[in-house]
């Protein structure tokens, strides 16, 4: 395995709290349930779990309530390969939390409440400063958007300053000004998320090359619009080009996009090209639609290289 610079995700670390239904509840009414799950979640955290299982060295900076969903999530973390020696642990606040109700067609319900992950006051610009100033060049920066944007914006910066790579994960889907987007060196919305940053729809891979090249042209160094069972689409000076999807049978799209990221971060910190980063990328994302589940969907890196041991999906211009 080739080595990895170090990588550092900065974001959200939620507890999962998944009821299986036979139908969603309307308001009102109680439905009775057939089991209940607790799953380590959050963007930040999901990332984080990617990486370490792609064999990346990998920091997870957030915060989590000191309470027993808080501890269970970290000991997942920590278990899992993920550096969490810079998680939080914030006083009288709770731990992130989504209950999730999922009834028998896969459709969902969720409710958010993000406690601990709006907690940042000891951490601002210098607290970023100080730490980045003492990272490897080489180091990787992976960022989205359960956090206050502020604090997206003091990291990006201070990443910017010391020359860190930067890759902005624009979820979930808002609008963002130029003067962040320009200090991504990549980012990785999913269509939605795309649509709603570009102000343009995509429903198709012509749409989702035009919006690709709209955010190129607002000054992100590279736009990758992932676009689920259809692969991805990469916006470069050099020209737009589409990723073509792996062949596998999805049985759970949920965290797709974490893996892709993940998977992304691995790949180019290990020295890739970004086409074959975003091969190795596309691989992640659909070994995780293979499996239930977040976290534990994240697939190793002995799975992705059997993927792209047996599957080539070309990467052409558009
Ligand atoms: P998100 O989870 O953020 O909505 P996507 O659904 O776009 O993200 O999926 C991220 C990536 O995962 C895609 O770009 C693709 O590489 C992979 N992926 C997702 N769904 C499938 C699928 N059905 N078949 C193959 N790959 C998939």
């Known amino acids: ?44 955290a999901n990332q984080a779990l990617a990486v370490a299982r792609l064999g990346g060295k990998v920091r997870l900076i957030g915060n989590v309530g000191t309470d027993d969903f808080g501890a269970m999530v970290i000991k997942g973390l920590a278990s899992g390969g993920v550096n969490v020696s810079l998680v939080e642990w914030i006083p009288d606040v709770h731990t992130g939390v989504a209950l999730i109700m999922v009834d028998e067609s896969g459709e969902n319900a969720i409710a958010t409440a993000p406690g601990a992950n709006r907690h940042w006051a000891t951490r601002g610009a210098p607290y970023f400063r100080n730490l980045f100033q003492t990272c490897h060049p080489h180091t990787t920066v992976i960022l989205q958007l359960e956090i206050p944007l502020e604090i997206v914006e003091a990291v990006t910066a201070a990443a910017r300053d010391y020359g860190l790579r930067v890759i902005l994960n624009p979820a979930p889907a808002r609008a963002l000004d130029d003067e962040l987007l320009r200090r991504a060196d990549v980012i990785t919305p999913n269509r939605h998320e795309a649509s709603e940053l570009s102000r343009m729809k995509i429903t198709d891979l012509e749409s989702a090359r035009e919006a690709a090249r709209a955010l190129l042209n607002r000054g992100v160094g590279c736009v990758v619009v992932t676009l689920g069972g259809e692969g991805a689409v990469i916006a470069t000076r050099a020209g737009i080009f589409h990723a073509a999807p792996f062949e596998v049978k999805a049985v759970d799209c949920t965290a797709a996009g974490d893996a892709f990221t993940g998977g992304l971060a691995v790949a180019l910190s290990e020295g890739l090209d970004l086409f074959s980063a975003v091969k190795f990328a596309n691989a992640c994302g659909a070994i995780a639609v293979t499996k239930e589940g977040a976290q534990p969907s994240m697939p190793t890196r002995a799975e992705v290289e059997e993927l792209l041991r047996t599957q080539s999906p070309p990467i052409r211009r558009i």
Do not use: Q
């Not at 939620?14 to 349930?33: K, Y």
């Open 1 to 44: 395995m080739p080595v990895a610079s170090d990588v550092i995700v900065v974001g959200s670390i939620n507890a999962d709290l998944v009821i299986r239904v036979p139908r969603l509840p309307r308001p009102g009414e109680t439905v009775s349930g057939y089991n209940f799950k607790v799953f380590g979640g959050g963007k930040g």
